[in-house]
């Protein structure tokens, strides 16, 4: 028997950090209005809030009595020197905007949210659940001369700041201070870690 580990979140980079890591998951969705966490009270307390909205909104499959299951939501944010929030950008030029901001560095805040749950009487009932977080710094440097090729081979809306630091973005990556899975979106050390505490090894 092996524990399914579910992720919500459409995130690519997270679903390769956990593939690379050979950690079994499937993908679930969520419908958590992220609109309603205001940015405020500093970069911890912000996505600490985004990634328990997102466990409360988790659309869960049909489970199986008795069946065992980790659920893993995270959300991860950027804050410049001067306190500025970054999230996704809304368009181009918010992007251009913020890869400005990234040249004199930022924190990359990543927090997590995993539950262990069991399928009891028709209900997913929670048995234990943890929320961690991690801080890094990234200075990433794109210059204006080649900005536009940049944005051409990035997704940059759908990453916090317009930032991707993996593959094509790794050449732009001046300095990082910390953990490189927390920027890239889970701090996979400390997600190992949470796992294994809670039992998730243990047939696997």
């Known amino acids: 028997m092996k524990y399914m580990l579910y992720l919500a979140s459409s995130s690519a980079s997270r679903a390769k950090l956990l593939e ?18 205001q940015h405020v009270g ?21 489970g199986i009595e008795g069946q065992i299951v980790f659920v893993l939501t995270a959300d991860t944010l ?3 020197s001067y306190g500025k929030i970054l999230g996704k950008p809304q368009s181009k030029e918010d992007a251009i905007s913020m890869l400005h901001d990234f040249r004199c560095g930022t924190d990359v805040g990543t927090a997590f949210c995993l539950e262990k749950r069991e399928y009891k009487n028709g209900v997913w009932n929670i048995i234990s659940s943890v929320t961690e977080y991690d801080v890094s710094q990234c200075v990433f440097d794109v210059p204006d001369s080649q900005m536009e090729w940049y944005l051409s081979h990035i997704p940059y809306l759908s990453v916090a700041g317009g930032v991707q630091i993996e593959g094509f973005g790794d050449q732009f990556v001046r ?9 890239v979106g889970l701090p996979m050390f ?6 294994q505490a809670m039992g998730f090894f243990e047939f696997n």
């Not at 300095?175 to 920027?183: A, L, N, P, R």
């Not at 400390?190 to 796992?195: D, F, G, P, S, Y």
């Open 42 to 62: 500093g970069l911890q307390n912000i996505v600490t809030q985004l990634a328990q909205l997102k466990m409360r909104h988790v659309i869960m499959p049909q």
């Open 78 to 80: 950027n804050e410049t």
């Open 175 to 183: 300095e990082i201070k910390g953990s490189y899975s927390t920027i």
């Open 20 to 37: 690379e890591s050979q950690i079994p998951f499937q993908i679930i969705s969520q419908d958590a209005d992220e609109s309603v966490v």
């Open 190 to 195: 400390t997600v190992r870690q949470a796992l």
